[in-house]
């Protein structure tokens, strides 16, 4: 994995001795139920040129299929579970994060055997249906306490839940942590569903933290912040059939700020169909908290290296972790 290596950026100046400062790491690391790759070796289909253009995102399709293809490009050995876990892992500990939010997690019992040898306890927060198998996790490290956790459904009719925490630091702190995993699709009215269950997720955010409680969101948005061009019938990226961040927009207005300021990507996916590259993973905050500093995304020519983008069989995901360090005022 030594493409990812990636830096710190700082965002401020070092906190003073005797600061409240937390390490969030926010990662989907692609579920075993979800993990398909193909039979035999990976299908080497060019990466859309396009797309490897600093800042673009979006949705390319390399050909239209009757049906959705959920195949990876990557070989099915490269997505075996016992050949992922321990990667995923090693990222994971490698950053000595105090809180890990997790999406599409389907083996919690097998992550969380681990990182309980490494000091973390954790909260399983399944989809709603019960054909569905993941969900979210949450670890906190032993020095913090968690006080109190809820699970919320964002839609009577959706399987989305969130996972709602309250910790307390060893300074007494206070501090929320909400992670989620909102409906996937590249269109409009996905676009207008995930903004619906971004209503609802502050809504319970409100009442869940009852004041001005320092507030993270560590989740799989499934949406840019910004508008994309998807690929349709008459055209490679059509500029007419654009898709507007209405989800991110919405919590940008309810006071919830971008740890990550500007991204062209935190999940670029290599399907047997497609390339689907987009900043979906967000490390948003409100309240008194302040960023000290975050792990930087790589660009895009260290993913091109790969024409079978993510995941492969260096990087056991289609997603990117996120780290950032915060500080409790």
């Known amino acids: ?17 005797r600061t409240s400062v937390i390490r969030v790491l926010q990662f989907n690391i692609l579920a ?32 239209r299929s009757a049906s959705p293809v959920h195949t990876f490009r ?25 809180i890990i939010c997790l999406q599409e997690v389907d083996s919690f019992n097998d992550i969380a055997g681990v990182l309980e040898g490494s000091g973390y306890r954790g909260s399983f927060c399944k989809k709603a249906w019960r054909k569905i198998l993941d969900g979210t996790a949450v670890f906190w490290h032993h020095t913090i306490c968690c006080k109190d956790i809820e699970h919320v459904q964002l839609e009577p009719n959706s399987a989305m839940t969130a996972a709602l925490l309250r910790f307390e630091t060893s300074t007494g702190k206070l501090f929320v942590v909400c992670s989620t995993h909102l409906k996937a699709g590249f269109s409009m ?20 933290t009852a004041g001005s409680v320092a507030t993270i969101i560590a ?11 998807v690929c349709t019938a008459q055209s490679c990226c059509d500029r007419q059939a654009t898709v507007e961040p209405k989800a991110v927009t919405f919590l940008y207005e309810a006071g919830f700020q971008p740890v990550y300021q500007v991204s062209s990507f935190t999940a670029w996916s290599g ?23 975050v792990l930087e995304l790589p660009p895009e020519e260290v993913v091109c290296h790969w024409p079978e983008l993510l995941p492969n069989d260096s990087w056991p995901s289609d997603h990117l972790h996120l780290v950032a360090d915060f500080e409790l005022l």
């Not at 398909?36 to 673009?56: D, K, N, R, S, Y």
């Not at 903004?195 to 009442?207: E, G, H, S, T, V």
């Not at 399907?271 to 409100?286: E, F, P």
Request: glycine share 4%; net charge neutral.
């Open 74 to 98: 990557t070989s099915a050995f490269n997505l075996r579970w016992e050949f992922r876990r321990p990667k995923i892992l090693e990222i994971i500990l490698q950053e000595k994060p105090d």
């Open 1 to 17: 994995m030594a493409l990812m290596r990636r830096r710190w950026l700082s965002l401020a100046a070092p906190a003073e001795p």
């Open 271 to 293: 399907w047997l169909d497609r390339d689907v590259k987009a900043s979906l993973d967000h490390i948003l905050y409100r309240g008194p908290v302040k960023p000290r500093a």
């Open 219 to 229: 989740a799989d948005l499934n949406a840019h912040h910004a508008a994309y061009a």
């Open 189 to 208: 009215e996905m676009e207008e569903r995930r903004l619906r269950q971004a209503i609802m997720l502050d809504k319970y955010l409100a009442k869940f």
């Open 32 to 63: 075993d139920s979800l993990a398909e790759g193909c039979t035999e070796e990976a299908v080497q289909i060019p990466p859309a040129p396009h797309l490897c253009e600093g800042g673009a995102a979006g949705c390319h399709y390399h050909y």
